[in-house]
């Protein structure tokens, strides 16, 4: 079937005439070489329709499962059949080489969209994202297929020419071609008018060409190259706003309308569009959810949640506890120890008396004593001694994250540097480390927020309830908890390893130490993190200290490789 059934839209001809449906199959001709080419990537075959309100020949299509259509309306008229398959074979080509090679998946996506909004609002990101993987596709497909690609170039400069006046950003883009081609295909002086801007950015381009690793820096050039050219061509418009003849309005993924010359979509489909094979996938969460927390890592906040999101790898309704969840991956480790003996090893040959058990007789050792067995002169046996210990790793129990959320742990996450992000936001990155250590271990948690009130969080293995509570910074006075804190080691269905996450502000400190060391001795862990201390002050906490386990974590880097080691015998 060639047409969706799912939906119908105006411009689209539910029959097709016999001339269509040749041009259908032709391109599934095509579309059939390309998956060849590429080792048959993982790609549905396109919806094949005649769409006359879209001028853009390839796009996803949000409304139907997010699948591949392919817009065959403004193809332009061939003489014979070869010529169709040709044409719709390089346009395949250059599509599927979007989710294959540039930007692939969500992630790349990502921080290629973030490397725009250095100098492009994040409306305008996807703009410069496509022009670049447009161009390092086509030159790729030029090197390969380099009379093809450019008899492509040549026809549909031509079709988009006779249909009346060219914008400047679709000259930029032929003119583009023919520098890093280094070629003169079009034979038109007025594309020239671009040779400044075409030479700046075919050499960023070009320069270490197969370098993969300068993507994020060349597109950030690219853009600023961009910038002027992308503000005179692309207008940002209201919902419902009228657009100027020879142009189109289009949603981009920042939330933005924007008015898109006609020529552009045609040239270059909508440059909106954020394509990446994660877009195409289903069932796909986790994968999601992990590209989102590693694009995370070492980046502000501010810069996080925007790219994300157009890329398609931000799921989860909180951002937020997404880059927290990516900061803090992998920080810590909790292992619980407990030694286990090894057995009994041999240490020296004695004598073997009758009335010892039969099996302890060592025929060798008799033999090499003496060949004739004469019992308790010449039988041996082993003597045995305990050998030493080794530590097993036991699995970790339910934990408690007490957090300290008063107004002495500062925070302010939208901070462009680390130093500037305050106290809470470092205990939150040793909170979120836990957090999912434990979770990846399968054990329960729950969280007690404490500042004036205690906010809880109750036992549960849903790390989003757990977020939730964390985040929620209360800046008030410092009173631990104690009372909470023990009823949720009552309310846990086994003994639990406490964390407790806060600076050295706290002003019940002698009720808490005598509650402290009461949970220890019911079997309970504690492990305290003190947030902007190098050492732990003993004469502070006395005999505290040998019940307990405190940290120091003067900044957010303190915490990574940290590895929490608690070796005990018998330790539940």
Known sequence: MVLSKKRKVKGIREELTLKQKRIVELAKIAWADTLVEFYYPPLNEPNYLFDYTHFEGFYIDPENQWEITMNLANTPLFKDDQEYIDYFHIISLHEVSHYQIIPYDGLINAKLLRAAMEYVNQNYAPIVVNVFADLIIDYKLYKKYPNLITWEVKITYEHIKNKGKMSDFTK??????????????LNDESLKDMDSLTEKVSKVILKDFEDESTWEKKVSVVARYLNNLI??????????????????????PGGA????????????????????????????????RQKAEEFAKN?????????????????????????????AKNLIEIRILEEKPSGQLPI??????????????????????????????????????????????KQIPDLLIVLDSSGSMRWNYTSRIERGRGQYH????????????????????????????????PWTSDFKKAERVLLRYQGGGTVLPTKEIAQQCD?????????????????????????????AQ?????????IGASKIPKDKFKTLLEKVTFYGIRNAKDLIDLVITEVKKYYL
């Open 172 to 185: 930029f883009l032929f003119r583009a071609y023919e520098k890093i081609w280094n070629v003169d295909i």
């Open 231 to 252: 503000q005179d061509t692309f207008t940002l418009i209201g919902k419902n706003g009228i657009c100027e003849k020879g142009k189109e309005k289009r949603k981009s």
């Open 257 to 288: 309308f924007i008015e898109i010359p006609k020529d552009v979509l045609e040239v270059m489909d909508n440059p909106l569009e954020s394509k990446n094979s994660d877009k195409l996938k289903e069932g796909n969460e986790d994968e999601l």
């Open 299 to 327: 980046i502000p906040y501010s810069e996080f949640g925007g790219p994300a999101r157009q890329a398609g790898i931000l799921l989860d309704g909180v951002p937020l506890a997404t880059w927290y969840r990516g900061l």
């Open 348 to 393: 020296y040959p004695e004598v073997w008396r009758i009335g010892d058990r039969i099996e302890d007789l060592d025929v060798v050792q008799t033999l090499l004593n003496s060949p004739v067995i004469i019992p308790n002169l010449t039988t041996r046996k082993w003597a045995f001694k305990e050998g030493p210990g080794h530590l097993v790793e």
């Open 426 to 457: 470092i205990a939150l990155i040793a909170a979120f480390a836990a957090l999912h250590h434990a979770a990846s271990k399968g054990a329960k948690f729950s969280i007690i927020n404490f500042s004036n009130v205690a906010d809880i969080c």
């Open 491 to 519: 309310k846990a269905e086994r003994k639990s390893l406490i964390f407790i996450i806060t600076d050295f502000g706290i002003y019940n400190w002698s009720k808490s130490k005598k509650i402290m060391i009461d949970l």
């Open 522 to 530: 019911r079997g309970h862990k504690i492990v305290g993190f003190f």
